[in-house]
């Protein structure tokens, strides 16, 4: 039986070390369902089984809780329960997943059991990596979208979406301060004769959010540790979670991989090398948060070791976090999906072949 973790550490004063023990893989060199190319989604079933969405392929499987394949619950197409250029899963509290399909302009609903529900036609007003969006407990879809603003700009909302697909209404979305680089760019920009380009500057601090479906969202502007909790609707902060730590250095190696991958992307279309000074000495001290099931905080800070995945738990009303660590090396973009003691993700092995896992926290000896 697995103890729940708040019963585990906080009765013990001297207990801060938590190490996720490995449950479940699928995935790895093997061919068919168990070879991923591009985790997108995760959503865990139900009695354990797993819905994975792999982004190259168009495909979402279901695999049952040991692990084995059960069967394709979509595939790349244009009819009711196929999908295109779908980036993202959401788990609702009745059970059924819910995936981003912008390229059909829907949203598409699957059972608890994998089979076709509904479609809702929807208006996908942007577009990222992963979809961003979270449901409530009341089964409300919070859906970060841009739309027109004067001058023929942007600004950044929030969709609030009922599950019949009715749009209630935007809330503004709430911006960390980006301390970490005030005015200056924070892109390399290409320009060339056959078009444009731009590409992040490496290890530039840049804002990070986590919803908290209590109604909160957390902000980091990750040039120090500090992460704020705001209240969604009105805006004001309800609680700052500030830790001492010291930076860590870009090893000579990590900036010459991040110099040669900018320096390809950009002679590849013709234009002039960028201004590499720009890149930073330092890393960010916190790679990304995430707000678990209880409410809980999860703050993924940079170490030393990059084999392995660290994070700081806060509790509610924690002064000090409990460090918790992973045996994977996990992506920055894709939010672990954690569940009391347990956390599901998908992590790279050191041929950088995607696999998804499952894992459990147990007290560190």
């Given at each position: 039986m697995v103890v729940g973790l708040t019963g585990l550490f906080l009765p013990r004063a001297g207990v801060a070390q938590l190490t996720v023990v490995e449950t479940l893989r699928i995935g790895g060199p093997d061919d068919g369902p168990y070879l991923f190319s591009d985790i997108r989604g995760l959503a865990p079933g139900s009695n354990g089984s797993i819905f994975v969405l792999d982004y190259r392929t168009q495909e979402i499987r279901l695999f049952d809780s040991q692990g084995r394949f059960v069967k394709r619950v979509a595939r790349r197409g244009n009819g009711p329960g196929e999908i295109s250029n779908a980036n993202g899963l959401l788990l609702a509290p009745n059970g059924e997943v819910w995936v981003n399909d912008p390229q059909n302009a829907r949203w598409t609903v699957f059972s608890p059991a994998g089979e076709f529900v509904r479609q809702h036609i929807m208006l996908i007003l942007s577009y990222g990596y992963i979809w961003d969006a979270m449901i409530d407990p009341s089964g409300v879809i919070y859906d970060p979208v841009s739309v027109p603003s004067a001058g023929g700009k942007y600004r950044n909302v929030v969709r609030r979406v009922r599950a019949n697909g009715q749009v209630i209404d935007s809330l503004p979305a709430r911006e960390c301060e980006q301390r970490g680089t005030g005015d200056r760019p924070t892109v390399f920009e290409a320009r060339s004769k056959t078009g444009s380009r731009v590409s992040d500057i490496p290890f530039l601090p840049s804002p990070v959010s986590a919803w908290d479906r209590r109604g909160f969202i957390w902000c980091s502007s990750r040039d120090r540790y500090e992460v704020i909790q705001i209240r969604a609707q009105r805006g004001d902060t309800v609680r700052r979670v500030t830790l001492d730590a010291a930076p860590f250095p870009v090893s000579k190696a990590e900036r010459d991989s991040a110099v040669e991958r900018i320096r390809t992307s950009f002679t590849k279309m013709g234009a002039p090398e960028p201004d590499y000074s720009r890149i930073p000495t330092v890393k960010?001290?916190?790679?990304?948060?995430?707000?678990?099931?209880?409410?809980?905080?999860?703050?993924?800070?940079?170490?030393?070791?990059?084999?392995?995945?660290?994070?700081?738990?806060?509790?509610?009303?924690?002064?000090?976090?409990?460090?918790?660590?992973?045996?994977?090396?996990?992506?920055?973009?894709?939010?672990?999906?954690?569940?009391?003691?347990?956390?599901?993700?998908?992590?790279?092995?050191?041929?950088?072949?995607?696999?998804?896992?499952?894992?459990?926290?147990?007290?560190?000896?």
């Amino acid at each position: 039986m697995v103890v729940g973790l708040t019963g585990l550490f906080l009765p013990r004063a001297g207990v801060a070390q938590l190490t996720v023990v490995e449950t479940l893989r699928i995935g790895g060199p093997d061919d068919g369902p168990y070879l991923f190319s591009d985790i997108r989604g995760l959503a865990p079933g139900s009695n354990g089984s797993i819905f994975v969405l792999d982004y190259r392929t168009q495909e979402i499987r279901l695999f049952d809780s040991q692990g084995r394949f059960v069967k394709r619950v979509a595939r790349r197409g244009n009819g009711p329960g196929e999908i295109s250029n779908a980036n993202g899963l959401l788990l609702a509290p009745n059970g059924e997943v819910w995936v981003n399909d912008p390229q059909n302009a829907r949203w598409t609903v699957f059972s608890p059991a994998g089979e076709f529900v509904r479609q809702h036609i929807m208006l996908i007003l942007s577009y990222g990596y992963i979809w961003d969006a979270m449901i409530d407990p009341s089964g409300v879809i919070y859906d970060p979208v841009s739309v027109p603003s004067a001058g023929g700009k942007y600004r950044n909302v929030v969709r609030r979406v009922r599950a019949n697909g009715q749009v209630i209404d935007s809330l503004p979305a709430r911006e960390c301060e980006q301390r970490g680089t005030g005015d200056r760019p924070t892109v390399f920009e290409a320009r060339s004769k056959t078009g444009s380009r731009v590409s992040d500057i490496p290890f530039l601090p840049s804002p990070v959010s986590a919803w908290d479906r209590r109604g909160f969202i957390w902000c980091s502007s990750r040039d120090r540790y500090e992460v704020i909790q705001i209240r969604a609707q009105r805006g004001d902060t309800v609680r700052r979670v500030t830790l001492d730590a010291a930076p860590f250095p870009v090893s000579k190696a990590e900036r010459d991989s991040a110099v040669e991958r900018i320096r390809t992307s950009f002679t590849k279309m013709g234009a002039p090398e960028p201004d590499y000074s720009r890149i930073p000495t330092v890393k960010p001290a916190i790679i990304t948060i995430d707000v678990d099931d209880r409410g809980r905080l999860w703050v993924r800070r940079t170490t030393a070791d990059s084999r392995r995945t660290t994070f700081d738990l806060w509790e509610e009303r924690a002064t000090r976090p409990v460090t918790v660590t992973a045996p994977w090396r996990l992506s920055r973009y894709f939010r672990p999906i954690f569940r009391g003691d347990t956390i599901l993700t998908w992590a790279l092995d050191e041929d950088d072949v995607p696999f998804v896992v499952r894992g459990v926290m147990k007290r560190s000896p």
